[in-house]
């Protein structure tokens, strides 16, 4: 267990709907990861919160958003889901410093 | 995209053998690091070499990195059935715990 929960485990989603997958990060832990995982790939990193500011994002389309709170518990929205979001989405906490990540289990989305 | 490339894809051995995959990346890095993930579950985290350490060491598992040949190495040695898992490989560019990852290496261990 390393203490990052993720909600919900699975979910169904039609395309052109919104989602929003939400993360409890490691206590301690100031910084959030989220990445998008396809199947047979690696993760492919989305972006990063730091004290409730973006601090990086990867190659995603503005749809993908996210929001970090002040006991560092984080949110993803994806708007106007295509097919091709479907994937395991994985959130990570981290110490800025210290760059070894903890992830979640992870939200298993499927667009249909 | 991916900032790297592993090798093997996938590998399946028998149990007690030793288990080598390999990772190649294309720049500078703060660190690398090995991960593993069963299942399609989330990745635990095994081993982080930063970019001035040639070896680490952590139980059954030896890791190298060459930053002149830009390309690290997982050992697994004396394997047991429970290592099946896919193994990443992320790089870190800079202090910012951002992962690139490759594509992983699948490996299976037979009883």
């Known amino acids: 267990e390393t203490g990052v929960t993720q909600s919900p485990t699975h979910l169904i989603k039609t395309r052109g709907q919104q989602v929003t997958l939400r993360c409890s990060s490691q206590?301690?832990?100031?910084?959030v990861s989220w990445y998008q995982q396809a199947l047979g790939q690696g993760p492919q990193f989305i972006f990063q919160?730091?004290?409730?500011?973006?601090?990086g994002r990867g190659n995603f389309p503005p749809r993908f958003s996210g929001l970090q709170f002040p006991n560092y518990s984080s949110e993803l929205n994806v708007n106007a889901l295509e097919l091709d979001d479907s994937a395991l989405y994985l959130c990570?906490?981290?110490?800025?410093?210290?760059?070894?990540?903890?992830f979640g289990q992870g939200t298993r989305l499927t667009v249909v | 995209s991916q900032q790297g490339e592993e090798d093997p894809q996938a590998l399946s051995i028998q149990e007690g053998e030793n288990a080598t995959m390999n990772c190649s990346y294309k720049?500078?890095?703060?660190?690398l690091q090995w991960y593993r993930q069963n299942s399609g579950r989330g990745l635990v985290h095994l081993i982080l070499?930063?970019?001035?350490?040639r070896e680490k060491h952590s139980g059954r598992l030896r890791v190298t990195l060459d930053t002149s040949k830009k390309s690290s190495s997982l050992l697994i040695t004396a394997s047991r059935a429970a290592d099946t898992a896919s193994y990443f490989c992320?790089?870190?560019?800079?202090?910012?715990?951002?992962?690139?990852f490759g594509q992983g290496t699948t490996l299976q261990v037979k009883p």
């Open positions: 720049t500078s890095i703060n660190n």
């Open positions: 919160y730091y004290r409730e500011e973006e601090n």
């Open positions: 992320a790089t870190v560019f800079s202090n910012t715990g951002k992962l690139i």
């Open positions: 206590s301690g832990h100031n910084t």
């Open positions: 990570a906490s981290s110490l800025l410093e210290n760059t070894e990540a903890f």
């Open positions: 070499i930063r970019s001035n350490e």
